[in-house]
């Protein structure tokens, strides 16, 4: 028996329980990506105008107020 026979031996693969551990955290992340992509497009954005016209209201009122 050499070395190599016996590292060869020795040799250890993850097996079933490693597979399960990378498809179980694969499958995490699928689902909370999914979640995240629901909550974004929940958010409601304003667009450039909108917020535009905001500033000019807020500022055309502070001013009529001084």
């Not at 060869?8 to 999914?34: D, R």
Request: net charge neutral; charged share 20%.
């Amino acid at each position: 028996m050499t070395a190599l026979d016996t590292a060869t031996q020795l040799e250890v693969s993850p097996g079933l329980v490693g597979f399960l551990v990378v498809a179980g955290l694969g499958l995490a992340l699928y689902l909370l990506v999914k979640s995240m992509r629901k909550q974004l497009s929940r958010i409601e954005v304003p667009s450039e105008a909108e917020v535009r016209d905001e500033l000019k209201k807020q500022n055309g009122s502070t001013a009529a107020a001084s």
